[in-house]
T-cell receptor, first 114, second 113 residues
Framework: GENVEQHPSTLSVQEGDSAVIKCTYS??????FPWYKQELGKRPQLIID?????GEKKDQRIAVTLNKTAKHFSLHITETQPEDSAVYFC?????????????FGKGTKLSVKP | DTEVTQTPKHLVMGMTNKKSLKCEQH?????MYWYKQKAKKPPELMFV???????INESVPSRFSPECPNSSLLNLHLHALQPEDSALYLC????????????FGQGTRLTVV
């Protein structure tokens, strides 16, 4: 089955700096990679996603890159703000497999210091 | 409407109680999910329903019993739970199983005493 590794587990940055979170996956058939942000006591919310036919996707200050050969994908947040502080989860879905569901990484707690 | 609605938001129950968690979506999604999330951990998949049929049961104890009455509703029936079952229970839905993003409800914070 799919296994998703996520690093680092905690990340502290100064406001305005960039933050990078990295994930690797094991199933080469995986083809969809969402990122979720979860604030304390709230639901996970999708912030950006990428499919396996795309190498990079941007949405304002957030970008995701995918390297299919190396089986890793990364979240990049530029010009971080205190409201970016949250736990971020990467995930992978295998298309057409018996386990067509989200497999989450263990999460990264991002703290942005003013 | 991009909402997944869960009730109740909070639930405290004794180990001999029977209770139910409810989830509703009106986005026309045909896959619905139950996840369990403990503090500082990622959501763990419990059950998947696809077109109102149970598709995945991730070896969940029988004290948790899912039910999908129709394409918009998903229930989780609870009976004889243990204190270690205390967690945030998240419902999610997606257009179809495993093909697109999942939208999460706000969760039910369950405490078993």
């Amino acid at each position: 089955g799919e296994n998703v590794e996520q690093h680092p587990s905690t990340l502290s940055v100064q406001e305005g700096d960039s933050a990078v979170i990295k994930c690797t996956y094991s199933d080469s058939a995986s083809n969809y990679f969402p990122w979720y942000k979860q604030e304390l006591g709230k639901r996970p919310q999708l912030i950006i996603d990428i499919r396996s036919n795309v190498g990079e996707k941007k949405d304002q200050r957030i970008a995701v890159t995918l390297n299919k050969t190396a089986k890793h994908f990364s979240l990049h947040i530029t010009e971080t703000q205190p409201e970016d502080s949250a736990v971020y989860f990467c995930a992978a879905i295998t298309y057409g497999g018996s386990q067509g569901n989200l497999i989450f990484g263990k999460g990264t707690k991002l703290s942005v210091k003013p | 409407d991009t909402e997944v609605t869960q009730t109740p938001k909070h639930l405290v129950m004794g180990m001999t109680n029977k209770k139910s968690l409810k989830c509703e979506q009106h986005m026309g999604h045909r896959a619905m999910y139950w996840y369990k999330q403990k503090a500082k951990k990622p959501p763990e998949l419990m059950f998947v329903y696809s077109y109102e049929k149970l598709s995945i049961n991730e070896s969940v104890p029988s004290r948790f019993s899912p039910e999908c009455p129709n394409s918009s509703l998903l229930n989780l029936h609870l009976h004889a739970l243990q204190p270690e079952d205390s967690a945030l229970y998240l419902c999610a839905s997606s257009q179809q199983q495993g093909l697109s993003e999942a939208f999460f409800g706000q969760g039910t914070r369950l405490t078993v005493v």
